[in-house]
């Protein structure tokens, strides 16, 4: 979470039943250097991501989600392909496994799970 409490998330949309909602961002390229400058900002933003729903942030805002199975999607445009798929599928496969993480969303009122989806263009 940012210091103003804010987070930045392009738009939030029901899943593909009435228990899932969506967080999605979208990231345009191409990508200025270094590329790792812009993997710490994806970095960052799927962090407020996850912050936002463990500690309600999102909830508030949006009431139907509260308690729902989230999926935190990232839709990529023009960006390098192999880098961020990589990027990706580290940060994904062990953001939630890490002890604090696990445990705050586990005993989180305000989400029931949390997902990762990543889209690309095929460009980059």
Request: charged fraction near 30%; include cysteine.
């Amino acid at each position: 979470m940012n210091s103003a409490g804010t987070f930045l998330v392009d738009f939030v949309a029901k899943g593909v039943n009435d228990d899932e909602w969506r967080m999605v961002l979208v990231e345009e390229g191409p990508w200025k250097s270094p590329l790792e400058d812009e993997l710490r900002r994806l970095q960052n933003r799927l962090y407020d991501c996850i912050d936002a729903a463990i500690d309600g942030q999102l909830a508030e805002r949006f009431p139907q989600t509260a308690r729902k199975r989230l999926v935190i999607q990232v839709d990529g445009y023009h960006l390098p392909e192999a880098d961020v798929r990589d990027f990706f599928d580290r940060f994904t496969a062990g953001v939630l496994a890490t002890p604090d993480y696990r445990k705050a969303m586990l005993e989180s009122p305000y989400v029931a799970d949390i997902a990762f989806e990543l889209n690309l263009d095929g460009e980059g």
